[in-house]
């Protein structure tokens, strides 16, 4: 079967750095930061993290952050987001 999203507004602000939501916290755990770090191109500094439905998920410049239909947060990549959404009037 296949199925379509129902379509829902969602708040949604672009992150770059902390202090941009308030719901992104610095990373904390050094040798897991490293790593992912390394393995996405960003310095380990830059690392935020936010706490989702599904557990805590890394964020890194750029995501977006979505504020879903519940109040609940979580991440979005740049090029999904821009796949998936459109600014509404």
């Not at 930061?33 to 960003?42: P, R």
């Not at 706490?51 to 239909?69: K, M």
């Amino acid at each position: 079967m296949k199925f379509r999203k129902k379509p829902v507004v969602v708040e949604a602000v672009q992150w770059f750095k902390h202090g941009d939501h308030p719901m992104v916290y610095p990373a904390v755990s050094k040798d897991v930061d490293t790593w992912y770090a390394e393995q996405v191109g960003v310095p380990a500094e830059s690392l935020g993290m936010i706490d989702t439905l599904e557990g805590a998920h890394y964020v890194i410049p750029s995501d977006w952050i979505i504020t879903g239909v519940k109040g609940e947060h979580y991440p979005c990549k740049t090029d999904i987001f821009e796949m998936t959404y459109e600014p509404v009037e």
